[in-house]
């Protein structure tokens, strides 16, 4: 079983930034790649963000391409969601997500571990 943990939410004015990171631990496969999902207030689950193992592939909503950036840590365990420029429209509960095998994916049925959530709220 693969754990995921979120950090980094919390309460910024619009055009602000945030960082938040996302760590794996327990069983963890050879190769898996990760990606960052939101759930705006009364809205569905929506895709943010997602790159390959390698990261030579990286994918963004078209709502945060130039304001979002993805990445993860040297030990690969670890992936980022930067987020600058913020607008009140990114308010969402944010969720780390990670998948077995190298090629990055956009779908969230596409995944097989979830973390638990950070709330991020970005005021007018």
């Known amino acids: 079983q693969v754990q995921l943990v979120e950090s980094g939410g919390g309460l910024v004015q619009a055009g602000g930034s945030l960082k938040l990171s996302c760590a794996a631990s327990g069983r963890t496969f050879n190769r898996y790649t990760m990606g960052w999902f939101r759930q705006p207030p009364g809205k569905e689950r929506e895709f943010v963000a997602a790159?390959?193992?390698?990261?030579?592939?990286?994918y963004y909503a078209d709502s945060v391409k130039g304001r979002f950036t993805i990445s993860r840590g040297n030990a690969k365990n670890t992936v980022y969601l930067q987020m600058n420029s913020l607008k009140p429209e990114d308010t969402a509960v944010y969720y780390c997500?990670?998948?077995?095998?190298?090629?990055?994916?956009?779908?969230?049925?596409?995944?097989?571990?979830w973390g638990q959530g950070t709330q991020v709220t970005v005021s007018p």
């Open positions: 790159g390959s193992w390698r990261g030579s592939t990286i």
């Open positions: 997500a990670a998948r077995e095998g190298s090629i990055a994916a956009m779908e969230a049925a596409e995944y097989d571990y």
